[in-house]
């Protein structure tokens, strides 16, 4: 085959294609990404402002810090909720920690994963409708389409990734800054008149009170740090596209692999789960592509570097997010290398 | 970019590979295409075709459904890798040299597959650039033949105009094959007598065209030669004045026949019937005379045509022309 032909204009044509093809639904998507995390820190400015005094109020009632009260929300079955947040590392006590809980949410990992399983299956999706015939009938390699949607997937991760962190921001800048509001006036006389008549005596109820951060300290914001995970999300996003990728290009029906990925996808993030929580199966989690996911870490400047413990190796350290680009790559690949060699199925 | 140009498009792959055998469009050897399954024997789909195309040739290609021209119209275009033999398409394997190969070729296939979020001025212009050519011009005069929308989404028009609408895409660029896998689906006879007279005056110029088709009326009045494949075979391959030579004979009896023809002929004396319905192979002078000697009135001589023929080698019963 001669290599030294000029294949830029076929694919800066089929990069067009896709533009135009998926423009709605990545104008979509990018709102859907956007409006969550507006609406997540407009939601958690009432937790932020209201709740956390109260629970505060609860806790220096009992002499207990936030801390403590932490311990017994997600200590036991409670756990679970802990590892859906994004694990130890995340306290309750700090603003940003709340707030970045967005970048972990089912609902966003969900939508994630939903846009990668729909672009990751498009060709086989053109397959199906017999537009990748038309295409493959002019004088287009299949390497040319193949790496026209490596491409155009490579330019909307990050666009995807930055729609969610920058949702997230705009709305971490709508909400500054946080001020503590005071506990309702019936709610402290409630508790006052709940209390043992000798408790009423203020030298009697003298516990020893924890030393707790300044209330301004943490509630400090500070949205453009939530820019910092949009690699974080996109290379996700990367990796789970390109795995849809290398599947796909085995399938013959959307449809069928279109379930296939949606029930893997659902399993390494049940497995990724759950292995937190029983100890024996945590060497699974490295298998699963949301171990390498730490979106929070980047965000809040705790690093992006993971040691592989399950596993038993403490060093040397790796970069989450080149493993999830790596994943991706690695997928795209495979999938373009069997596409390439592969038969071409009659459309349905 | 350069406009399309007719068949002169072969002469311009300049610093490509020289390309094997060519002055033929398609070269096919031996080709074979088997299915491997794990549980069951491999499907021969296709058994050693031979088959050329010459620039200027009308080829059709017929046979039941299953009998592997699909298959060899893939292969032809690189959709499948040949199990045996080869193929190769304006001199280039359509398998490994792709693009090389395809720029000397245009696919229309029997399912109709188009961006149907797409104008035809969009498509078409799509599927032109994407051969390095710009065809405007082209698409407006093809347009108006097919009287066509040129700005209309084509997922809002008939199932008639999109077929147009992609007999348009394909025939703009002018390349030098054109594939079409029953190109008159869904057309009315006035686009349908315009297609053929388009495929007619392309042949003229030079255009190659392989021909599937169920209509053998068609391929009847516009192919240079036909193929009949049957169970993955080539079964027959018969030149255009072959395919005319046989005649049907029809006649009422005045009385019994005196001799025997002299050629072999198949049907009815007409012993019982007082009906003479004969087809003959070898139509001549000498059934003539026979004919003459014959107490024969109302005598009616037709070609067979393909569709008889056709059916004699299947054995199966054609409604009319339409198979």
Redesign the interface.
Known sequence: ??R??PET??LA?LLG?LG??WQFWLTGFCVILVTFGVVWALVLRRTLEDISPFFRLLASQSGLSSKDLEGVVFGGPGKMLRTLIGGDRISLENAMDVLSIALVHPLAVGLLGLWAIGRGTSLLGELD???L??????????RIVNLSQVIFDFICWPVLGLCLCGGLAIGTWWISPIREKPVNGDILEKIEASKPWWMRFEFLNQKPQKTERPFSDRMQLSPPVFLKAAPAVAALGFAMSGISFAIASFGRSRIKVLGILATLFFLMYLANLLAQLFEPMEWVRPLTVFYYYHPQELALGQGDFIRLREWGLDQPRVSALGVLLLIGFFGYGLGSWYMA?R??P??I | MPAATGTANILTLGKDPVPESPHLLVEMKGLGKSYNSLFSPPFWALHSLNLTVRPGEVVGLLGPNGSGKSTALRLLLGFLRPSTGSVRLAGYDPWTQGYLARRAVAYLPGELRLYENLTLRQMAGFLANLRGMEVDSEIRHLADIFRLPLDTVLRNGSSGMRRKAALVALLAPRPPLLVLDEPTNTLDPAMRAALLEIIAEGAKQGQAILFSSHVLEEVEAVCHRVIILRHGKLEAEWERSEMRRGRRIQAKLAGPITSGPPVRVEGDMGTLSQKLDLEVENFGPAILNWLASQPVTDLRIEPMGIGRLYQAIHGERALGVEL
């Open positions: 085959m001669n030294s032909r204009k076929p044509l294609r135009c093809d409708r017999g537009t015939e038309l295409l493959l009938s002019q004088p287009v390699t299949r060699k038969d071409l009659v459309p």
